[in-house]
Every structure is written in structure tokens, then in C-alpha cells.
């Protein structure tokens, strides 16, 4: 990124300030006279190159409906000096917000019955930051509902209390199966569950003994199957 420092215009010893984007450097004095009055003037022009690396390389973004849920992935290298990943969403392409904040070690993240009959296309971006708070936007990715109605409406991880929960929503009785992991795939807690008719929520619980990091669950209901990250 190229800055230009100043540009100081002196007209009888007063001075003024300005900044544009072009690199170099320039001098001028010149003579003005008009109407009966005359001054020197003198353009000095210093520029600086400002080489801002930015914090990663980002390889890929994908992102597809699973359901009602948009399920996003993206892979970087040449990570330095990285601080975090923000997941941000539109409606229209144009006007972001937040959706989450994530870890640079995950990558994915799974917008829970995003998709629905309010908003059946959604767009995506990611927001690459470094620690200096320099950051860098990925390209915009479109994603359009699925053709099935998701069982699985919310997972919301509550850790403060030693458990996370799992929200439904189902014509009939059907089975579940939730399924918790580490990032190495070694399995820290499994539980089988029916889910009843209507709207239901689970907990897999007596997880305050976990260790803060990074982990993986999946939810299985009926043939709806999604994976979600989750931090502690």
C-alpha cells in the first residue's frame, strides 16, 4: 500500500497540509502576481511506501446449504502475526454484520437454520485480522437454501455451564445421536437421544472438566447430519 506522508503548500510562510496515494517526491517554487500583489510559493511533496503485509493467504472459501444451514470452509497459509477470523453475513451482498468471531486455528463455522423462508440467500465473507489491526476481506460468497427443512435448529455451547445444547424441531418422533470430539477426531463424549415431536432441546452435559480448546460436534438426526466447531 503506498501513502504519501504530506504535502506542504507555503504562500508567505503559511503552510498547509494534505495527503494523497501516489509515491515520489517533488519540489516547486514558483512566482504568482496578479492585481498589484505577488508571493512566492512552494510546493514540497514527501512520500513514504508503506509495504503492509497482510496476515494470511487465504487458499479457499467454500460454502454450501445443508438444509436450512449455511455451512462455510476455507483453508489459509503464510499465517503471520494473525490475530482472528470474523464471520460476516449479508442479505444483499453489500451491507455486512457480524456474525461471529473465531480462532484462527478453525476453519469452518456452521450458520445454525440460516436459510429459511425470510432469507432462502444469504452471502458470506470473512474478515482476516493481525494483531497490528491490519485486515483484509475474502470474496463474497453466495449460497442459496436447500430444498429440506432442517430437524436441527440451533447448537449453542454453554460452557460456563458444563454442557451444550442441541434445539429440534420435528414432524415425528426420531432418533438423535450427538457425538463430541477433539480436533485429532478422539472422541470425548457420544449419547444416543429421541427426539419427540415439535420443538425440543438436548444437553450434553458434565463437560466442565474440559480443557479450553478446540472441539467438533456432530449432530445426527433422522438423515440430517451437520458438524460443528465449538471453543472453550
Given at each position: ?40 510559493i ?83 465473507r ?9 485486515f ?44 463430541l ?35 467438533v ?16
Amino acid at each position: 500500500m503506498i501513502i504519501l506522508s504530506f504535502i506542504t503548500i507555503q504562500c508567505n510562510g503559511f503552510g498547509f497540509y494534505s495527503t494523497s496515494r501516489k509515491a515520489g517526491a517533488a519540489s516547486v517554487t514558483t512566482s504568482w502576481n496578479a492585481a498589484g500583489h505577488s508571493a512566492n510559493i512552494h510546493i514540497a511533496v514527501n512520500i513514504r511506501q508503506d509495504n503492509t503485509v497482510l496476515p494470511l493467504t487465504l487458499l479457499s472459501f467454500t460454502g454450501a446449504a445443508q438444509h436450512n444451514h449455511a455451512v462455510l470452509n476455507w483453508v489459509t497459509a503464510d499465517e503471520v502475526n494473525v490475530s482472528h477470523t470474523e464471520v460476516q453475513r449479508s442479505t444483499n451482498g453489500t451491507d455486512f454484520s457480524f456474525v461471529s468471531k473465531l480462532q484462527t486455528s478453525v476453519k469452518g463455522y456452521v450458520d445454525i437454520n440460516a436459510l429459511n423462508l425470510s432469507h432462502d440467500k444469504l452471502f458470506y465473507r470473512l474478515k482476516l485480522a493481525d494483531l497490528d489491526g491490519n485486515f483484509t476481506y475474502s470474496p463474497v460468497l453466495s449460497i442459496q437454501a436447500g430444498s429440506k427443512t432442517s430437524f436441527i435448529t440451533a447448537i449453542q455451547p454453554q460452557f460456563a455451564s458444563g454442557r451444550i445444547a442441541v434445539s429440534f424441531n420435528v414432524p415425528q418422533e426420531k432418533n438423535a445421536r450427538l457425538l463430541l470430539t477433539d480436533v485429532s477426531g478422539k472422541t470425548i463424549r457420544s449419547m444416543a437421544l429421541t427426539v419427540n415431536k415439535g420443538a425440543s432441546t438436548s444437553y450434553m452435559e458434565s463437560l466442565q472438566s474440559l480443557p479450553a480448546g478446540i472441539y467438533v460436534l456432530q449432530v445426527i438426526c433422522g438423515e440430517e447430519k451437520i458438524t460443528k466447531q465449538l471453543l472453550k
